[in-house]
């Protein structure tokens, strides 16, 4: 078992959850279009400028990754609010 753990639980994956949870609860607090529009442009400007000019060893695929975890966070936020 701690094998498992140790293969799925990576720091991408940290990475990831840490970006999807933090847009889904932003869009649960604030369910507002604004909100939505103000993640997508932010969380692009922070992961292709921001990261790729401040943070070291950051490569485009992790900034892809961040970014992806933004996005996924919002539809998360999305499907709840609408469906359950």
Same mark, same amino acid.
């Given at each position: 078992?701690?094998?498992?753990?140790?293969?799925?639980?990576?720091?991408?994956?940290?990475?990831?959850?840490?970006?999807?949870?933090?847009?889904?609860?932003?869009?649960?607090?604030?369910?507002?279009?604004?909100?939505?529009?103000?993640?997508?442009?932010?969380?692009?400007?922070?992961?292709? &400028?921001?990261?790729?000019?401040?943070?070291?060893?950051?490569?485009?695929?992790?900034?892809?990754?961040?970014? *992806?975890? &933004?996005?996924?966070?919002?539809?998360? *936020?999305?499907?709840?609010?609408? &469906?359950?």
């Amino acid at each position: 078992m701690k094998n498992l753990l140790a293969k799925i639980v990576t720091p991408n994956f940290i990475a990831f959850q840490a970006h999807c949870w933090f847009a889904c609860t932003l869009v649960l607090v604030f369910p507002t279009i604004l909100t939505l529009v103000l993640i997508v442009l932010g969380a692009g400007i922070k992961e292709f &400028y921001i990261d790729k000019h401040f943070e070291v060893d950051q490569s485009f695929n992790d900034n892809l990754l961040d970014f *992806a975890g &933004y996005l996924t966070g919002m539809i998360v *936020a999305l499907v709840a609010i609408f &469906y359950l």
